[in-house]
T-cell receptor, first 116, second 110 residues
Framework: DSGVTQTPKHLITATGQRVTLRCSPR?????VYWYQQSLDQGLQFLIQ???????AKGNILERFSAQQFPDLHSELNLSSLELGDSALYFCASSAEQGPFSDSPLHFGNGTRLTVT | GQNIDQPTEMTATEGAIVQINCTYQ??????LFWYQQHAGEAPTFLSY??LDGLEEKGRFSSFLSRSKGYSYLLLKELQMKDSASYLC???????????WGAGTKLIIKP
């Protein structure tokens, strides 16, 4: 168990809809990262927050947004969903602003989103 | 630009040894991570190299040559449960941005 909690585990929704994915980082970790992984593809970095502030942005679509709350949990909002958004969405956390040997990324079990 | 190359797929035999290579081109290299990911599951941390040389952790070892932009993950005494994807990732720059390779799918045969 990595200590990173993601909910829900599975989500099935229709095109055009909006969903919210939730992540609670490991106790003491200040950074939260969001990744998208389509079937048999690599990890695509979406966005990183550190202690409530956006720290780095990857290939995140304008239809997607995220935030990190004062209690350090984070939410990823996906709107106007398209079939191509179907993927595994992982949240990861680390203690510091960036990953180091004593602060690697620890991943949650992911949310599997299916858009029909 | 940023680039990380790994073989797409490798096959090995149970009990044998396999070496998974990773080459990278980045600016401002800080360190290199290896992660294991079973299909449909979360990636799990295996190793981190920041200095040249070999880091050994049980059956798994990771090597780094910064001058060559090269790393490998060595898996010994392969077990069926080692069938997974192995992801190489590099941190670069002052903000320690993490760049991921596409992963190597390792298939273990009896």
């Amino acid at each position: 168990d990595s200590g990173v909690t993601q909910t829900p585990k599975h989500l099935i929704t229709a095109t055009g809809q909006r969903v919210t994915l939730r992540c609670s980082p490991r106790s003491g970790d200040l950074s939260v990262y969001w990744y998208q992984q389509s079937l048999d593809q690599g990890l695509q970095f979406l966005i990183q927050y550190y202690n409530g502030e956006e720290r780095a942005k990857g290939n995140i679509l304008e239809r997607f947004s995220a935030q990190q709350f004062p209690d350090l949990h984070s939410e990823l909002n996906l709107s106007s969903l398209e079939l191509g958004d179907s993927a595994l969405y992982f949240c990861a956390s680390s203690a510091e602003q960036g990953p180091f040997s004593d602060s690697p990324l620890h991943f949650g079990n992911g949310t599997r989103l299916t858009v029909t | 630009g940023q680039n990380i190359d790994q073989p797409t797929e490798m096959t090995a035999t149970e009990g044998a040894i396999v070496q998974i290579n990773c080459t990278y081109q980045t600016s401002g290299f800080n360190g290199l991570f290896w992660y294991q990911q079973h299909a449909g599951e979360a990636p799990t941390f295996l190793s981190y190299n920041v200095l040249d040389g070999l880091e050994e952790k049980g059956r798994f070892s990771s090597f780094l040559s910064r001058s060559k932009g090269y790393s490998y993950l060595l898996l010994k005494e392969l077990q069926m449960k080692d069938s997974a994807s192995y992801l190489c990732a590099v941190t670069e720059g002052s903000n320690y941005q993490l760049i991921w390779g596409a992963g190597t799918k390792l298939i273990i045969k009896p």
